[in-house]
């Protein structure tokens, strides 16, 4: 049976943290523009990471096939 090799899988390792961290800091980002509190800022920042990696699982392959 034919699938991907090791090296496909490893070859995208640094894209899920890497869209973590951007959604999550962007989200910070726009906070410091509507001068939220620090506490604000901190709640945003968390939960751009939450949905952040939600997006990354959903955009980013896992390597896994699934069967029809």
């Known amino acids: 049976m034919v699938g991907p090799s090791p090296s496909d899988r490893n070859r995208f390792k640094w894209i899920r943290p890497a869209i973590v961290a951007l959604v999550g800091v962007s989200s ?6 509507g001068n939220a ?3 604000e800022t901190a709640l945003v920042v968390f ?3 939450l949905l952040g990696g939600l997006l990354a699982k959903i955009v980013v392959p896992s390597g896994r ?4």
């Open 28 to 33: 910070g980002l726009i906070t410091l523009v």
């Open 47 to 49: 939960a751009g990471l």
């Open 37 to 39: 509190t620090v506490t």
């Open 65 to 68: 096939r699934r069967e029809r």
